[in-house]
């Protein structure tokens, strides 16, 4: 069936560095991507989102890129803090536009 | 704006026993959703609501069921529980349903259900 995947469950950063977080995704035909920040005890909360027509999207701080030809989609953080330690989904949208399928996560932890 | 909120926040039954969630929506998003997040599965989507109306239902079996009110509210049921129904029940809510820019889904805190 249709998945979402994470390269990594875990990446450990410096504050300061830059995080790239990478995920997979399998249906093609997918048009919508959602980044989400899970916090422990916590629901997701929404990053950032790109829609097909897209290869590139930024906001403050992070950046999604897609790269519909491999069907990878990532998530650069900039000037990593150790706010940004959390579990990282990456999420694409079904093809009736009505749920979200999510990936695993993986756990972002920043050393100060 | 005031965000997606879910209650309780926390709730411990007993196999066999029924449950009932309840979700209200950001106000004015017609669009309710319903996750299970288990650390085993992930988050699996349940099933989605729009104007009191089931649009789509994850693979879950007959035991969970939703409804949406007409002022968008949205609850779940979960009948004769099971271990494995122990999670962490999300609700997210959107004005159409992930239809275009600018309708993000936002989710609530969730609720976290123990089955003893």
């Known amino acids: 069936g249709e998945s979402v995947g994470l390269h990594l469950p875990t990446l450990s950063v410096q504050e300061g560095d830059n995080s790239i977080i990478n995920c997979a995704y399998s249906n093609s035909a997918s048009d919508y991507f959602i980044w989400y920040k899970q916090e422990s005890g916590k629901g997701p909360q929404f990053i950032i989102d790109i829609r097909s027509n897209m290869d590139k999207r930024q906001g403050q701080r992070v950046t999604v890129l897609l790269n519909k030809t491999v069907k990878h989609l990532s998530l650069q953080i900039a000037a990593t803090q150790p706010g940004d330690s959390a579990v990282y989904f990456c999420a694409e949208a079904n093809q009736a536009g009505t749920a979200l399928i999510f990936g695993k996560g993986t756990t972002l932890s920043v050393s100060s | 704006k005031a965000g997606v909120t879910q209650t309780p926040r926390y709730l411990i039954k007993t196999r066999g026993q029924q449950v009932t969630l309840s979700c209200s929506p950001i106000s004015g998003h017609r669009s309710v959703s319903w996750y299970q997040q288990t650390p085993g599965q992930g988050l699996q989507f349940l099933f989605e609501y729009f104007s009191e109306t089931q649009r789509n239902k994850g693979n879950f079996p007959g035991r969970f069921s939703g409804r949406q009110f007409s002022n968008s509210r949205s609850e779940m049921n979960v009948s004769t529980l099971e271990l494995g129904d122990s999670a962490l029940y999300l609700c997210?809510?959107?004005?159409?349903?992930?239809?275009?820019?600018?309708?993000?889904?936002?989710f609530g805190p969730g609720t976290r259900l123990t089955v003893t």
């Open positions: 997210a809510s959107s004005f159409y349903g992930l239809a275009g820019e600018g309708d993000e889904q936002y």
